[in-house]
């Protein structure tokens, strides 16, 4: 008999049921770094410090959580809108479809989430069940995490036609025209995003915020395609000492399909390498089918998530 109650229960319990999907999630990428013991725990008292969060249980025994953070305001265009990061929704995979349908039938007749309209989940990609069961649930996929060792990237040319430079995060502006080609990307069909706009004062507090490093492409004096990379991804598994990812990327559209990001991405390794790092993240929107084609070439995707905007906010009454 499945009983579902809010997580107000000891979380070294949810600790322990989590790493089981961790360990698994470890075997099947092996491209990820190992995680110090202690990410797991700090990612999730971290969290559950700030959220709402369910506990599944058969017969006493844990077999699903769900949690998420926000409520937050303009959430993807909708009004109100939550997230359940990685690990933080896993159910047991044979059960997973009715673990999950009533975690979620839960957590939206809880008050505190009143007024909420859209909800995204983050599971590790292999998790078949689950996700089955998310997309029944009327969700639709919308970003991917991918994992990459930089020995198995592409490797750099000698003797590629445009220059390749790296730009300090304190001259980010310099390359402002660049980014806003991304935006307008990201603005248009299909992807139909609610970007936010590259404003100078944007650019650079968000440079300086994540020390980015950007290699840009020249064509002259012209700048005609740009990566970003920080330390940190979008989840805990991507703050790692051996690792780097990348958030920002892209080509003028005239200067498309010649190679530009391939050569980009193979110069970023090179320059990580020779600070003995070994591995490269990347997060995206699969609804980006440029981002989904270029990435998902040379890196493994191992997480997806999925969105929901529902046709009425929440409410209980
Ligand atoms: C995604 C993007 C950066 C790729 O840059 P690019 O310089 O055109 O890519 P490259 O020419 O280096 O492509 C390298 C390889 O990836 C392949 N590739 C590129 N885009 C692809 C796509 N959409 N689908 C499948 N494969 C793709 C190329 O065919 C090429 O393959 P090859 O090695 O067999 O020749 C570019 O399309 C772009 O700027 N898009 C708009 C902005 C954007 O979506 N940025 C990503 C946001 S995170």
Redesign the pocket.
């Known amino acids: 008999m499945l009983t579902i109650a809010p997580f107000d229960s000891d979380l070294d319990e949810v600790v322990a049921f989590a790493r089981r999907f961790e360990q698994e999630a470890l075997e099947h990428y092996p491209a990820l770094p190992r995680p110090d013991l202690t990410a797991l725990p700090d990612m999730l008292n971290r969290i559950a410090a700030r959220s709402h969060g369910l506990v599944a249980r058969d017969r006493g025994e844990m077999v699903g959580c769900l949690t998420v953070i926000g409520p937050f305001s303009n959430y993807h265009g909708g009004a109100s809108g939550i997230f359940s990061p990685l690990l933080t929704c896993l159910a047991q995979p044979e059960h997973a479809d009715r673990i999950f349908t009533e975690m979620l039938t839960a957590l939206g007749e809880a008050s505190e989430l009143d007024g909420v309209d859209t909800m995204a989940v983050s599971l590790f990609a292999h998790q078949a069940n689950l996700r089955e069961s998310v997309v029944l649930n009327g969700f639709g996929a919308r970003c991917a995490d991918a994992v990459q060792q930089l020995d198995l990237l592409p490797q750099s040319t000698s003797d590629f036609p445009f220059a390749i430079e790296e730009v300090h995060w304190r001259d980010a502006v310099s390359i402002i025209e660049v980014k806003r080609a991304?935006a307008a990307?990201l603005n248009g069909s299909p992807v139909f995003m609610e970007y936010f706009d590259f404003t100078p004062e944007f650019v650079a507090k968000k440079s300086e915020e994540r020390e980015s490093v950007h290699l840009i492409a020249r064509d002259g004096d012209r700048i005609v395609?740009y990566v970003e990379a920080t330390y940190a991804g979008e989840n805990y598994l991507t703050i790692h000492p051996t690792m780097r990812n990348i958030c920002?990327?892209?080509?003028l559209p005239e200067?498309?399909?010649?190679?530009?990001?391939?050569?980009l991405v193979a110069r970023l390794a090179d320059r990580y390498r020779a600070e003995g790092i070994t591995t490269l993240g990347v997060d995206?929107e699969t609804m980006?089918?440029?981002?989904r084609?270029?990435w998902e070439?040379y890196f493994v995707p191992y997480t997806r998530s999925f969105e929901r905007r529902f046709d009425r906010p929440w409410s209980r009454s």
């Not at 980006?288 to 981002?291: I, S």
């Open positions: 991304l990307h395609g920002g990327a892209g080509v200067y498309r399909d010649r190679g530009i990001m391939r050569e995206y980006n089918p440029n981002a084609g270029f070439r």
